[in-house]
Structure formats: C-alpha cells, structure tokens
C-alpha cells in the first residue's frame, strides 16, 4: 500500500510526518516551497508546543529560542501584566520549520520540496509533479487553502509582520511578549533570536486604507505609549509579510472528503493567544496517532474538534471585547486588579495540558 501524503511542510504537516515514520508508516511529504522563508506568524512558543517539540526530539532552545516568561496587555495609558504560568519560549518561523522538517527527513519522512498541489480529487492529488495517489491525505497547508476546498473567509482585517532591531527596546522586553490593542486592531511585539524584535499586527482593511500605507500605519503605531519606541527601531525586512481575511475562529467539522485537516486547516485561533504553534503541532500529532490506529479523518476531526472548541470560543470572546474601546479598558482594568487573572486567562485559552503531550 502506498504511503501516507501530508501536504504543507510547516510545524503540522511535519509533526504528522515524524510521528507517522516512527509508527512505521513513513509518509510522503510536500511542500510547496522550495527553501526556508519567513511566515506571518507571532513565534511564540507556549508550554505545550515547547513539550510537544520535545517529544518529537526537538529542543528550540537549542535551536536558538528565547525564553519568554511573562505577558503584558497595553491599551492606551493602561497595562496589564503577569508572570505566564507555564515556560514559553520565543524562535522565528524560519528556523523552527526549517529544524523540524530537518528533523522529519531524519525520522524517515520523503520530504519533497518546491511541488504545490493543484487539486484534490479520488484520494489523489493533483501537483506540478504529477498525481500522486495515496491512502490518507493529511491537509496541512496553513493559512493557504487548496483550490476547490476553501474555508469561510475571515473580516476584512490585514495581518502584518516586520522585525525590528533596537538595543533599548530589546533590554525592555527581555523575556516578555506585550499585546497593544489600539483602535483598528491590536500588535504584538516580542524579542526572537538573533536580537531582534518581532511586531505581528492585525488591523481593520477600512483602517488600514484610511492611512494609506504600512509607513503611515507604523507611525499611527508609534503614537501608542507601548510602541513609542517603534519611532526609532531599524526595519529589517525590506517590506512587511502581510496576509488578508484570516478566519479567525475556524473550527472544521468532520467532512465527507476523508481528507484530514491539521494546523490552520482545523482551527484558527486569533494569534494574540499564542497557541496558534502549539495547536498546530498538537493537530498533527493527534492525526498521526489516529490514522496509526486505524482511525478515519471523520473520527480524527471530532477528537481535534473536542480539544479545540473551548479555547478558540473563549479567545474568539476575547477577541470581541478587545475590539470595543470601552471593553478592552475595563478588560485590562479588571485583569490588572485581580492577581492571577491574566495568568489564568492564559492557561484556559491552552489547547492541551504541556504534561499531557509525552513521547510517542
């Protein structure tokens, strides 16, 4: 019998992958792109993705990550800070990926890299390197959706991502990601490797084109007291990645397709809860053990459903708090007034307990 295909090399499709190879049935892997890029992505690593990168035998800190140990939420002149309860580290994109897929093609996984899928049709892919037919078919194209099988589009809102170098506030934010919500959307900002800042944003489309430009957008950022010294920070990509429409709140049902949905195929969790990477992690990990069982995508898909449900609901309620000016400060006042609220807020919008996710 052929081998399992995953399609999309990012943290799901390649933790499906190893976890596969080391059950014995070492899938094919596709990948769209040919060499390591950055993504739009906040890079936080929240306990139970740093366990679950264990597990599959990597250590991100030896890959260079930050450690991260607290969280601070902005808005206007009023914060809100804690002590995060459980250890969090911080490594871009670029290098986690491409140490996981390095990690993959270890275990076994047929890693094939530069191939995109053109349609999915018959338990066969249709790809620029020709069909390929295969017992499961493992969906792990992040926020890139496979033509004919589109997920609901998200509000007319624009993600964007920039890193910045700047020595003053790199000491500030040692060991802390901040959250500023402003009018229009909300930025986070946290140190990565290499001594440089990572400021993740989503804004309103109306926002955005009323301003005119990533320029004038900057500046409007600069203007909030959290991101003042974003005014003298050095840009350090030639331009922004951006991304539009992100269904936030994305939960897939079980389908009829016997396709298996990992990552941001599954569930999309708005990025301020940084859980994002771990779900993805989780979703593939799951879908390994499963499909090693012999269990199908539909019953895959209801046990992702069940782990996910809670925490994206509760950050999709966040979320709508956050985007009313009245809501956001009374939220931040709130937080700031009852001790360990914000550390709880943090652990109940987790989509697994860190110590749940031992080796395979």
Request: proline content about 6%; hydrophobic content about 50%.
């Amino acid at each position: 019998m052929s081998a399992p295909l995953i399609i999309g090399g990012g943290l799901a499709g390649a933790a499906a992958g190893i976890d596969l190879a080391r059950a014995g049935q070492a899938p094919l892997l596709i990948e769209r792109e040919g060499q390591a890029h950055d993504k739009i992505c906040g890079e936080f690593l929240s306990g139970e993705a740093v366990a679950a990168l264990a597990a599959l035998g990597l250590d991100a800190r030896h890959a260079g990550a930050v450690p991260i140990t607290r969280v601070s939420l902005h808005a206007g002149q009023r914060q809100a800070s804690a002590r995060l309860p459980f250890p969090a580290l911080s490594l871009s994109r670029r290098v986690l990926g491409e140490a996981l897929l390095e990690r993959a093609v270890s275990a076994g996984v047929d890693v094939q890299r530069g191939v995109s899928v053109r349609a999915l049709a018959g338990g066969k892919a249709h790809t620029t390197a020709g069909d390929i037919a295969a017992p499961a078919i493992m969906l792990a194209t992040g926020k890139h959706d496979v033509r004919g099988l589109p997920r609901p589009q998200g509000p007319d809102e624009i993600g964007f991502k920039m890193y910045f170098r700047n020595a003053a506030l790199q000491r500030r934010l040692a060991g802390t990601v901040a959250v500023t919500f402003f009018d229009g959307g909300y930025a986070g900002l946290q140190p990565v490797e290499g001594g440089r800042l990572n400021l993740c944003l989503l804004v309103d489309g109306g926002h955005y084109r009323a301003l005119g430009s990533w320029t004038a957008l900057l500046a409007r950022l600069a203007r909030e007291p959290a991101l003042a010294a974003l005014a003298d920070a050095e840009p350090l990509l030639p331009r922004p990645l951006a991304i539009s429409r992100v269904p936030y709140g994305h939960l897939a049902r079980a389908a009829d397709d016997g396709l298996w949905r990992l990552g941001d195929q599954a569930a999309v969790i708005p990025s301020f809860c940084g859980d994002g990477m771990a779900i993805a992690l989780e979703s593939g990990r799951l879908a390994a053990a499963l499909l090693a069982e012999g269990a199908s995508a539909a019953q895959y898909q209801r046990a992702l459903l069940a782990r996910t449900r809670r925490p994206v609901q509760l950050a999709m309620a966040a979320l709508a708090v956050a985007r009313h000016p009245a809501g956001r400060l009374a939220a931040i006042a709130g937080l700031s007034a009852i001790p360990g609220a914000l550390g709880l807020m943090a652990r109940l919008t987790r989509v697994a307990d860190p110590h749940a996710l031992a080796p395979a």
